[in-house]
């Protein structure tokens, strides 16, 4: 069984930045990809970025140089930096884990980009 915990969600102005963590557990082992996704009210959920076992990354286009990635291999933490937030960023985001024996979500963080 695998934990996820999200963290670091709250309430920015625009131009403002989070930076989002989620924290791995349990049986972590042939680790294929860890991502972050997005679901807004009323939207599917969909792809924020991604970060591979072999050290790609790929982020959607509406992401692409504000937000970044990243993942301490270490501590099985997560990491999305979130630059510039635009009101459109609003939505929950989820952190996801592709294992060998499957795909793993956490609980969620919710993000409100406001003024």
């Known amino acids: 069984q695998v934990q996820l915990v999200e963290s670091g969600g709250g309430l920015v102005q625009p131009g403002g930045s989070l930076r989002l963590s989620c924290a791995a557990s349990?049986?972590?082992?042939?680790?294929?990809?860890m991502g972050w996704y997005r679901q807004a009210p009323g939207q599917q959920r969909g792809l924020v970025a991604v970060?591979?076992?072999?050290?790609?990354?790929m982020y959607a286009d509406f992401v692409k140089g504000r937000f970044t990635i990243s993942r301490d291999t270490a501590k099985n933490t997560l990491y999305l930096q979130m630059n510039s937030l635009k009101p459109e960023d609003t939505a929950d985001y989820y952190c996801?884990?592709?294992?060998?024996?499957?795909?793993?979500w956490g609980q969620g963080t919710q993000v409100t980009v406001s003024s």
């Open positions: 996801q884990v592709g294992m060998v024996g499957g795909d793993y």
């Open positions: 349990g049986s972590i082992s042939s680790v294929n990809s």
């Open positions: 970060t591979t076992s072999g050290g790609m990354t």
